[in-house]
T-cell receptor, first 116, second 117 residues
Framework: AQKVTQAQTEISVVEKEDVTLDCVYE???????LFWYKQPPSGELVFLIR??????QNEISGRYSWNFQKSTSSFNFTITASQVVDSAVYFC?????????????FGDGTTLTVKP | GAGVSQSPSNKVTEKGKDVELRCDPI?????LYWYRQSLGQGLEFLIY????????KSGLPSDRFSAERTGGSVSTLTIQRTQQEDSAVYLC???????????????FGPGTRLTVL
């Protein structure tokens, strides 16, 4: 079975603060992919990043960075110098090679509110 | 098309009626997925298609739910005898489905908001 836990239901920060969204996962697969999606108030999920289980290198894209640690089964997402436009619901997802290929498991999401 | 499209964007129906929700995937994407998102909840997997066949129907909540895909493109999710608990946003996604579907990035449509009165 697969499970994704996003323990932070809601986070509120003031613009320009850094914020980290936590994602912890469980899977029996040794080969899997992890994803982050953003769902702005408009409602459409937008893909942010994909990372496979063999690549533990951290990744930085502009103000976004991701920290993947297999030892703690975590794939955390940090926004540096947050902006109001970052306000959205963020979902972490897992797709395992052996576990019902095609059936991604999503966390319940973290609602981020960035105040001006 | 450029992205995944879904219709209608909003659907209000009375309890007991049947509804059909439509999804047009990105051109060339062979894999298609349906999810349900209830208010304030995460995404609940419903069904996935590879081409016209559905290898995994395990997420369909009851036999009132069915889905089909024709021509490897458009998919229809049908809910029969709707109940109030069916009220949710139904999201469709597609991916390249090039044999490693588990590794695919899924691209989502805007969703259909279903309200059952």
């Amino acid at each position: 079975a697969q499970k994704v836990t996003q323990a932070q239901t809601e986070i509120s920060v003031v613009e320009k603060e850094d914020v980290t969204l936590d994602c912890v996962y469980e899977t029996r697969d040794t080969t899997y992919y992890l994803f982050w999606y953003k769902q702005p108030p408009s409602g459409e999920l937008v893909f942010l990043i994909r990372r496979n289980s063999f690549d533990e290198q951290n990744e930085i894209s502009g103000r976004y960075s991701w920290n993947f640690q297999k030892s703690t089964s975590s794939f955390n997402f940090t926004i540096t110098a947050s902006q109001v436009v970052d306000s959205a619901v963020y979902f972490c997802a897992l797709s395992g090679y052996n576990t019902n290929a095609g059936k991604s498991t999503f966390g319940d999401g973290t609602t981020l509110t960035v105040k001006p | 098309g450029a992205g995944v499209s879904q219709s209608p964007s909003n659907k209000v129906t009375e309890k007991g009626k049947d509804v059909e929700l439509r999804c047009d995937p990105i051109s060339g994407h062979t894999a298609l997925y349906w999810y349900r998102q209830s208010l304030g909840q995460g995404l609940e997997f419903l069904i996935y298609f590879q081409g016209n066949s559905a290898p995994d129907k395990s997420g369909l909540p009851s036999d009132r739910f069915s889905a089909e895909r024709t021509g490897g493109s458009v998919s229809t999710l049908t809910i029969q005898r709707t109940q109030q608990e069916d009220s949710a946003v139904y999201l469709c996604a597609s991916s390249q489905g090039s044999g490693r579907v588990w590794a695919d990035t899924q691209y989502f449509g805007p969703g259909t908001r279903l309200t059952v009165l």
